[in-house]
C-alpha cells in the first residue's frame, strides 16, 4: 500500500501545506463555498464509481473466462483419456501408442494454455506501460516487485517447447497468433485420429465441441485485452479528481480556520486524506480495467495454467508433476 500509494501522500501533502503556509501569511486570502466544492465531490464521486464499476466488471468476466477454461480443459481431458481407444477400430494399435496419443493431445492443449496466457499479457498501446516516462518505469518495478516479476515469468517459447513436438514448435511458433494455431492443430490431429478408427463420429463431434468453446474463452478474453475502457469514462474521471483536489484546499482550509486556532494547521492533515481517497478512488479503477498486464491486481493466470496442468498430467498417470504455484508477498499470479 506504501509503495503503491505514498508518493501521492508526498505530493498531496506539499500541495496542501504550500496552500496552508501561504493563508497563515495572508498572501492568499481566497474563500471558496464549501458548498459549491462538495457539490463538485460528489459528482466525482459518482463518476468515479462508475469507472469503478465498469472496471470490475471487466476483471470478474475475465475471471469467469479463465474459470470457464479450467471446467473445460478438465473435461477434454476426461474425454481424451476416456474417449480415445481400440474400441471402434479396425486395426488395434498397442495401448503405448494410445497413451502416445493421449499424451499429445493433452500435452498439446497445456501449451495452448501457456501460449494464450502470453499473447495475453503483451501490453496493448493504452496501457500503463506503454505510456512511457515515469509512468512506464513505474509499472516495471511494480511488476518486478508485486507482479509477474515475482515469479521470473517464463516466455512462450520455452513452454512450447516442453509441450510441443518439435516439428510442431517449429511451424506453429512464426504464426501471428500461436494459440488459436494450437487449436487448429488440434483439430487436425482429432480428424486423422478419426480415419484410423480410435474415435468415432460422435465423439469426435463432442471433442471439437470442447475445442470451440476454447476458441469461445480465447476470443472473449482478447475482446477484453484489445478493447479499452471508453476513453472519455478512462480519462475523463482522472481530470475531474484533478480539479476537486485542486478546489478542496481552497475551501477546506478557510472553513477549519473558523474553528480555531489550530484549524488552519488541522487542514493539512483532513484535507490531505480527503484528496488521497479520492486520487485512490480514481487510480483503482484505472488499474483494474486492464486485468492482464502483470500486476498485483491481474487475474492469477499462471496459477491457473499450472492448476489445469497438473490435473490434465494427473489423468495420464504421469507422477513427476511440477508445484502449486503459491503466493509471493502475499500476491498469486
Not at 474463452?217 to 477484453?224: L, P
Not at 491481474?298 to 492448476?307: A, E, H, V
Request: proline content about 5%; charged content about 20%; glycine content about 6%.
Amino acid at each position: 500500500m506504501v509503495a503503491w500509494t505514498g508518493h501521492h501522500v508526498v505530493w498531496l501533502t506539499a500541495f496542501v501545506g504550500t496552500i496552508t503556509i501561504l493563508y497563515y501569511f495572508k498572501i492568499i486570502q481566497v474563500d471558496v463555498p464549501w458548498l459549491p466544492v462538495s457539490v463538485i465531490g460528489t459528482a466525482v464521486a459518482f463518476y468515479a464509481g462508475f469507472k469503478n464499476n465498469q472496471s470490475y466488471d471487466r476483471m470478474w468476466e475475465a475471471r469467469k473466462n479463465w474459470g470457464g477454461i479450467v471446467n473445460d480443459s478438465r473435461t477434454w481431458g476426461m474425454m481424451v483419456d476416456g474417449f480415445v481407444s481400440n474400441f471402434f477400430s479396425e486395426k488395434k494399435i498397442s495401448q503405448h501408442e494410445i497413451h502416445a496419443i493421449k499424451q499429445r493431445l493433452i500435452y498439446r492443449h497445456i501449451a495452448w494454455l501457456y501460449a494464450h496466457r502470453s499473447q495475453l499479457l503483451i501490453p496493448s498501446m493504452w496501457e500503463h506501460i506503454s505510456q512511457g516516462g515515469h509512468l512506464t518505469e513505474t509499472v516495471l518495478r511494480h511488476q518486478k516487485d508485486f507482479g509477474i516479476g515475482l515469479l521470473g515469468d517464463e516466455v512462450t517459447e520455452n513452454e512450447l517447447k516442453q509441450f510441443l513436438l518439435p516439428d510442431e514448435y517449429d511451424r506453429l511458433i512464426a504464426c501471428q497468433n500461436v494459440a488459436a494455431q494450437i487449436i487448429n492443430e488440434q483439430s487436425r490431429d482429432l480428424s486423422e485420429i478419426r480415419e484410423q478408427g480410435l474415435i468415432e463420429d460422435f465423439r469426435h463431434m463432442e471433442m471439437v465441441g470442447i475445442l470451440r468453446s476454447f476458441y469461445e474463452h480465447q476470443g472473449k478474453n482478447e475482446r477484453i485485452k484489445k478493447t479499452p475502457l471508453p476513453r472519455q469514462y478512462a480519462n475523463m474521471s482522472r481530470y475531474f479528481v484533478g480539479l476537486f483536489v485542486i478546489l478542496l484546499p481552497f475551501s477546506m482550509i478557510p472553513e477549519l480556520m473558523k474553528v480555531n486556532n489550530l484549524g488552519l494547521w488541522l487542514s493539512i492533515p483532513i484535507t490531505v486524506i480527503i484528496g488521497w481517497i479520492y486520487v485512490m478512488m480514481e487510480l483503482v479503477g484505472d488499474y483494474s480495467e486492464n486485468p492482464f498486464q502483470g500486476m498485483a491486481n491481474d487475474i492469477p493466470t499462471m496459477s491457473i495454467c499450472r492448476t489445469i496442468e497438473i490435473d490434465l498430467r494427473e489423468m495420464l498417470r504421469e507422477k513427476d508433476l511440477p508445484p502449486p504455484i503459491k503466493p509471493h508477498n502475499g500476491i498469486l499470479m
